[in-house]
C-alpha cells in the first residue's frame, strides 16, 4: 500500500478496507510500497500460498506496483492483481468495475472477483494500464502537484479543479507528428493528445468510446484547439445522460505502436505521475500482461 497516496488519505481507506476483510476471515500481510525492502518482502510473501495481491492507492501507485510486480524473478508465480480505489481518480479501478465508495465490495472482490487478462501500454520501459496524455492534461496535474504541496490536507477533486482554473487559460500549444504502426496519421498544433489503454480517464471521462483493456490496442485522441479540448472531454462525462453525448470524436484512432515527436519539450503524464517533459516518445502495447480482478457487472460498457 502507498500511505501517501490522496494526500495521506489512502491510509484511513485501507484501514476501513482492512477491517471488510477481517470480517470476512481474509488474512493479509502488508507491505508498504515506500519500504526499502519491498521486492524481498514481495517475494518472501508470493513464495508461500497466495489467492490475490492487493494494491492500496491510486493510479500511480497500481503502476508502481505492476513495474515492481513483473520485474521480480520469473520463478515467482503472480496471483492475481486487485486495485483497490483509494486514490483520486481511481481510473483502473473503475473501469475494472471496482467502486471507490464501496469498500466492501472491494473486499469481497478477491473471492468472488472475476479474473481477467489485461494489456498494459509500454513507455520508456516502464509499463502503464491507465493511460499516457501530453499537453493540457499533464500541465494540469503539475499545477494540482504544487497546490498540494501548498496544502498538505488538501486532497480530493478540489486541486483538480483550481489546477484546471489556473491552466486552461493559458495560451500555449505544441505542434506534434504523430506515427501510428509506422503509418504518418496526424501533423499540426495540439492543446492535447491522450492515448488509452483503460476505458475510462480522468475519472469520469470515456474520451475515446470502445476502449478496452483486453484488446491488443491503444486508442488514440488528439485535440488541436482548447475547444476541441473541453467538448471533448464535456460530452464524454459518464454524468452527462447518455443520450446528450457527442458520438465519437474527430481525431480518433488505435494503434500498437505510437511514434510521437514535438518541435519542442511537451509536458506529459502517465496514469496520473507527471513525467519530465520530451520532444520524442514511442508507446507501444504489451498484450495479455497481468491478470487483474475485476467486478464483472459493473464494468463499463461505452458502446463506439
Not at 470480517?23 to 524481498?40: A, F
Not at 499533464?138 to 490536507?153: C, Q, T
Not at 476502449?211 to 490496442?217: I, K, L, P, R
Not at 511537451?266 to 520530451?278: A, C, I, K, L, S
Request: some cysteine; aromatic content about 6%; glycine content about 8%.
Amino acid at each position: 500500500m502507498n500511505p501517501l497516496s490522496c494526500s495521506g488519505a489512502a491510509q484511513k481507506m485501507w484501514d476501513r478496507l482492512a477491517a471488510h476483510l477481517d470480517s470476512l476471515g481474509i488474512v493479509c500481510q502488508t507491505v508498504s510500497l515506500l519500504d526499502e525492502q519491498l521486492c524481498p518482502k514481495l517475494c518472501e510473501a508470493l513464495s508461500k500460498s497466495s489467492d490475490a495481491i492487493i494494491g492500496v492507492g491510486g493510479d500511480g501507485t497500481h503502476m508502481s506496483v505492476i513495474n515492481v510486480l513483473l520485474k521480480l524473478p520469473a520463478e515467482i508465480s503472480l496471483p492475481p492483481y486487485l486495485p483497490a480505489p483509494c486514490g483520486t481518480g481511481n481510473d483502473l479501478a473503475k473501469s475494472l468495475g471496482i467502486q471507490p465508495q464501496d469498500l466492501k465490495r472491494t473486499a469481497e472482490l478477491l473471492t468472488e472477483g472475476t479474473p481477467i487478462i489485461i494489456d498494459l501500454g509500454l513507455v520508456r520501459g516502464r509499463w502503464f494500464a491507465d493511460a499516457v496524455s501530453l499537453g493540457i492534461e499533464a500541465s494540469i496535474l503539475a499545477r494540482r502537484d504544487v497546490l498540494v504541496k501548498e496544502r498538505p490536507n488538501g486532497h480530493g477533486y478540489w486541486p483538480y479543479f483550481l489546477a484546471t482554473l489556473d491552466t486552461l487559460g493559458q495560451r500555449v500549444s505544441w505542434h506534434i507528428d504523430l506515427t501510428l504502426d509506422g503509418s504518418p496519421w496526424y501533423s499540426g498544433p495540439v492543446k492535447g493528445v491522450v492515448i488509452n489503454n483503460a476505458p475510462i480517464h480522468a475519472s469520469e471521462f470515456v474520451v475515446t468510446p470502445g476502449a478496452s483493456m483486453s484488446d491488443g490496442w491503444l486508442d488514440i485522441a488528439v485535440f488541436p484547439v482548447m475547444q476541441n479540448l473541453v467538448e471533448g472531454y464535456m460530452r464524454r462525462c459518464r454524468r452527462v445522460p447518455r443520450m446528450l453525448r457527442s458520438r465519437r470524436p474527430k481525431q480518433v484512432a488505435r494503434a500498437k505502436r505510437i511514434e510521437l515527436n514535438a518541435m519542442q519539450s511537451v509536458p506529459w503524464q502517465m496514469d496520473g505521475e507527471t513525467q519530465d517533459p520530451e520532444c520524442h516518445l514511442n508507446i507501444g502495447i504489451d498484450p495479455s500482461r497481468i491478470s487483474v480482478l475485476s467486478d464483472s457487472r459493473r464494468m463499463p460498457k461505452e458502446k463506439v
